[in-house]
């Protein structure tokens, strides 16, 4: 059983799309990061970056796990999933991982922030994370037009990048010029363990019963 610690953000899902594509059971534990539950001591103790997502796995001596992309990695190793065994093909698949979380995700990221939320629209900072995260869409781009999905199969790179390209809208960028990450996107939208782990937490305005009717596992 693996303990899930999450909200509803871009790194989150990433988490949530694996453990719904491997079937992996785990108790769903929603934080308030208005309220600042991932900064709490005892959260802390699991995630000294106080930061979501963690787990614990419990069927490993309760081993905490933080850092999406080092999550993603835990749990291919841990099920034998989504992630080759071979070398070269492993490399492959961390260096697309890398990719987004050294790359798309900070930067994207920061586009969201000016863009979205700053209190003053400082334009130069909206061009210039603009201006990046479509470069590095660019990249994505160049890259699904010669492979189906980023490292060739689809993997745990796949379930990092979908996330934050699909909220491309929120954070100002355009893709109607990438038809291949399009494609890509629908693809990766249309796998049903991407759209449960997409809606993953479910809204508070949700009960616990009716979270529990749709297949999730315990809701904290």
């Known amino acids: 059983m693996i303990d899930f610690y999450t ?10 799309i694996m453990l719904e594509e491997t079937g992996l059971p785990y108790n769903l534990v929603h934080l308030d990061l208005g309220n600042l539950e991932q900064k709490e001591e005892w959260y802390l103790k699991l995630n000294p970056n106080g930061r979501i997502p963690t787990i614990v796995d419990k069927d490993n001596d309760d081993f905490a796990v933080f850092e999406s992309g080092a999550i993603l ?31 798309i995700g900070p930067m994207q990221g920061q586009a969201n922030v000016f863009f979205r939320y700053a209190p003053e629209k400082i334009e130069y900072a909206i061009n210039r994370y603009h201006r990046e995260t479509k470069r590095l869409y660019q990249v994505l781009e160049k890259r699904l037009a010669e492979s189906e999905y980023l490292a060739g199969d689809y993997s745990i790179a796949d379930m990092a990048t979908y996330p934050w390209i699909a909220v491309h809208n929120w954070a100002g960028v355009g893709v109607e010029d ?11 939208r249309l796998r049903p363990g991407v759209a449960r782990g997409m809606d993953v937490p479910k809204s ?17």
Do not use: H
């Open 178 to 188: 990438l038809p291949n990450l399009r494609r890509w996107m629908r693809d990766v």
């Open 73 to 103: 990695i835990y749990l291919a190793e841990k099920t034998g999933q989504f992630m080759p065994g071979d070398v070269k093909g492993r490399s492959t698949v961390i260096q697309w991982l890398m990719f987004q979380m050294a790359g």
């Open 204 to 220: 508070k305005k949700e009960t616990k019963d009716e979270a529990a009717e749709r297949g999730s596992k315990l809701l904290v």
């Open 7 to 16: 909200a509803g953000t871009p790194n989150g899902r990433k988490i949530a």
